[in-house]
T-cell receptor, first 110, second 113 residues
Framework: DAKTTQPTSMDCAEGRAANLPCNHSTISGNEYVYWYRQIHSQGPQYIIHGLKNNETNEMASLIITEDRKSSTLILPHATLRDTAVYYCIVKADNNNDMRFGAGTRLTVKP | KAGVTQTPRYLIKTRGQQVTLSCSPISGHRSVSWYQQTPGQGLQFLFEYFSETQRNKGNFPGRFSGRQFSNSRSEMNVSTLELGDSALYLC????????????FGPGTRLLVL
């Protein structure tokens, strides 16, 4: 079973920041937070991951709360091509078993 | 560097048949994981292979099996196909296990009639 809770859907205006929340209140000390997205039944695309510090890469930023019970993925300037289902996953550092939830369907509108 | 490749991309089978799907990981990657995606159940972990050994298995019946070769390429097999096996089968590879990021292929879409 997925260990994360995400809103079912969100809208965002093109050019604005998209902030996608995720709750993972039962996260363990050796579990990382990963974000992937899936565009129209293509293979999921890796976005970013983190353990406890905030992370940033060319695609997004990941903000993890100090107690690690929740996180937010930030797409700083959303474009229409960012419309996708975004999955937040917690995964232990000793295996590759990723339990996907239902994800958040983000729709970027012009 | 080429990404994860999966063959075939589309497949149609009938109930009772068996099917073999293939996955070639990113060059240098040694871990391969398989996932099934259906509209009803979403993305579900099937199994993971590393160094030609199954390391982890999801909650699927024994009709679902896999293997990994010495060059890290992997195959999964589904025997005695059922209508409910119609799905997108995704393969993901990573350098090693655990902390390494997994990269997904485009998937094989299987339709069972």
């Amino acid at each position: 079973d997925a260990k994360t809770t995400q809103p079912t859907s969100m809208d965002c205006a093109e050019g604005r920041a998209a902030n996608l929340p995720c709750n993972h209140s039962t996260i363990s000390g050796n579990e990382y937070v990963y974000w992937y997205r899936q565009i129209h039944s293509q293979g999921p695309q890796y976005i970013i991951h983190g353990l406890k510090n905030n992370e940033t890469n060319e695609m997004a930023s990941l903000i993890i709360t100090e107690d690690r019970k929740s996180s937010t993925l930030i797409l700083p300037h959303a474009t229409l091509r960012d419309t996708a289902v975004y999955y937040c996953i917690v995964k232990a550092d000793n295996n590759n078993d990723m339990r996907f939830g239902a994800g958040t369907r983000l729709t970027v509108k012009p | 560097k080429a990404g994860v490749t999966q063959t075939p991309r589309y497949l149609i089978k009938t109930r009772g048949q068996q099917v073999t799907l293939s996955c070639s990981p990113i060059s240098g990657h040694r871990s391969v994981s398989w996932y099934q995606q259906t509209p009803g159940q979403g993305l579900q972990f099937l199994f993971e292979y590393f160094s030609e050994t199954q390391r982890n298995k999801g909650n699927f019946p024994g009709r679902f099996s896999g293997r990994q070769f010495s060059n890290s390429r992997s195959e999964m097999n589904v025997s005695t196909l059922e209508l409910g096996d119609s799905a997108l089968y995704l393969c993901a590879s990573s350098l090693y296990r655990g902390m390494e990021t997994q990269y997904f292929g485009p998937g094989t879409r299987l339709l069972v009639l």
